[in-house]
C-alpha cells in the first residue's frame, strides 16, 4: 500500500478529540503521521502533507513558509495573519462572538469585556466580533500585552496587580469574555484572591472551553463549545483534497460552534441591587440543603414582604421559583458533566430524594433527568 506521508504540527489537551480523529482517519487513508508538538517543528522533514496551527509565533511562521517553499500542502487550523496566506480550516469566530454576546444578553448583563493576555491576529478578531455582537455598545478591552512596557509583558506578577486596578474600577456586575481557557483561569484567580465574586460580580467565560482547564477549578468555568472531531475530519479531508488536486489557493472551511458549556462562572441574573445580588448568592452557595425565603429575608435583615416584592419585580418570579429554577440548573449540570447517581445529584441540589428530583425536573424541563443526560451525551 501507498502511504502519504503527514505531518501533525498540533498541540492539542489530553482530552481533546482531534487527534484520536486524525489518526482514525489516517488508518482509513493510508496516512503515515509524525506527530509534532507546533512549537518544535522537525528539522529537515519532507513529506505529501501537513495539518498545522500556523500561530503568530516567528518560528512556527518559518517553518509553514519552508513547507511552501518545498510545494508541501499544509492546511492550518487557526486564525492567525498565515491564515490568510495560506488553505485554512478554522473556527468561526463571528458566531463564537454572538453566542456569547447573546448567553450574556440573556442573562441580563449590560458591561462587557474581553480579556487576553496576548494581543495576536486572532484576539483582534475575537475582540471585534464580540464588540459588533454587542450592538455597538461600547465593549472594554483588557489586553496585557497592550497595557504593559516590553520588559514586563512575562511578568505574571505585574500583570495580575494591572488586572486587579482594572477589576476594582469596573462596572457591576460585568461580563467577561476571555480569549481561551487558560485567560479564563488567569482572570478567575485574580478575583478570588481580591475577594471579587464569580459569577455575581464577575462573569467569566472561556472563548474555546476546554475541560481540562474549566471543569477542575473551584468554580467551573463556561466556555463556547466547538466540534473538534469536525475540526479534524474537515481539515484531514481538505488536506486529502489538495494533494490530490494541487490547488494551494488560500480560502476558508469555517467550523460553526454548537453552543456553549454553561458552568457557574456564567450562571448568574445580572443586577445592579445590592440585596438582590446578595440573595442570588445565597441561593446559590446554599443550593444543597433545604431553606426558603424566611431565611433568605432574615440574612439580609430586611422584611419578607421587601424580598418577595423585590423578586417579583427584579425577575418577575418568586423567592421559591428561583430557589428551583436553581437546583434545575445545578442538576442540568451534574447530569451532564458527571456520572453521579440520582441519589447523589438530589442530595447535592437541596432535593429530599430523587424521586422528589425526578417529578420536579420533568415538570420543568420536559424530560425526566435519564432522558436529559442521555441527550446531552449523545450531543457530546
Excluded at 503521521?33 to 496551527?53: F, N, Y
Excluded at 490530490?244 to 489557493?249: I, K, V, Y
Aim: proline share 4%; charged share 25%; hydrophobic share 45%.
Amino acid at each position: 500500500m501507498d502511504y502519504k506521508d503527514i505531518l501533525l504540527l498540533v498541540n492539542v489537551t489530553a482530552t481533546d478529540d482531534f487527534y484520536p480523529t486524525v489518526i482514525q482517519y489516517a488508518r482509513e487513508h493510508g496516512w503515515r503521521l509524525t506527530i509534532e508538538d507546533r512549537m518544535a517543528p522537525p528539522k529537515g522533514w519532507h513529506g505529501d502533507g501537513a495539518i498545522v496551527q500556523a500561530m503568530d509565533d516567528p518560528a512556527v511562521a518559518r517553518y509553514v513558509r519552508s513547507l511552501q517553499r518545498h510545494g508541501i500542502p499544509a492546511v492550518n487550523l487557526v486564525n492567525s495573519k498565515m491564515s490568510r496566506r495560506m488553505p485554512s480550516c478554522i473556527i468561526d469566530v463571528c458566531t463564537s462572538c454572538r453566542l456569547a454576546a447573546n448567553h450574556f444578553r440573556e442573562r441580563g448583563f449590560r458591561h462587557v469585556a474581553y480579556f487576553s493576555m496576548e494581543w495576536l491576529y486572532g484576539r483582534a478578531l475575537q475582540f471585534d466580533g464580540l464588540a459588533k455582537a454587542w450592538d455597538g455598545f461600547p465593549v472594554r478591552k483588557w489586553v496585557w500585552a497592550e497595557a504593559a512596557v516590553a520588559k514586563a509583558v512575562n511578568d505574571r506578577a505585574a500583570m495580575a496587580k494591572w488586572l486587579k486596578t482594572i477589576l476594582f474600577k469596573a462596572p457591576k456586575p460585568i461580563a467577561v469574555l476571555c480569549s481561551n481557557s487558560y485567560n479564563a483561569v488567569t482572570l478567575m484567580n485574580v478575583c478570588l484572591d481580591i475577594g471579587m465574586s464569580v459569577p455575581d460580580e464577575v462573569a467569566i467565560m472561556s472563548g474555546l472551553y476546554d475541560p481540562a482547564f474549566c471543569d477542575c477549578q473551584s468554580i467551573p468555568i463556561s466556555g463556547i463549545l466547538i466540534d473538534s472531531r469536525q475540526h479534524a475530519m474537515k481539515a484531514a479531508t481538505m488536506l486529502d483534497e489538495i494533494i490530490e488536486t494541487g490547488d494551494t489557493e488560500p480560502r476558508y472551511v469555517m467550523i460553526e460552534p454548537h453552543g456553549i458549556a454553561v458552568k457557574q462562572s456564567t450562571d448568574v441574573i445580572a443586577t445592579e441591587n445590592p440585596y438582590l445580588r446578595n440573595a442570588l448568592r445565597f441561593i446559590r452557595e446554599n443550593i444543597s440543603r433545604s431553606f426558603g425565603a424566611a431565611e433568605i429575608a432574615e440574612y439580609l435583615d430586611i422584611p419578607r414582604i421587601r424580598l418577595d416584592r423585590l423578586f417579583a419585580v427584579e425577575l418577575g418570579r418568586s423567592v421559591g421559583a428561583e430557589i428551583t429554577r436553581q437546583r434545575i440548573a445545578k442538576a442540568k449540570r451534574l447530569l451532564s458533566g458527571t456520572d453521579m447517581t440520582l441519589a447523589a445529584i438530589a442530595a447535592e441540589t437541596g432535593f429530599c430524594h430523587a424521586s422528589y428530583l425526578i417529578s420536579t425536573f420533568k415538570k420543568s424541563v420536559g424530560k425526566t433527568p435519564h432522558k436529559y443526560r442521555r441527550g446531552q451525551e449523545m450531543k457530546n
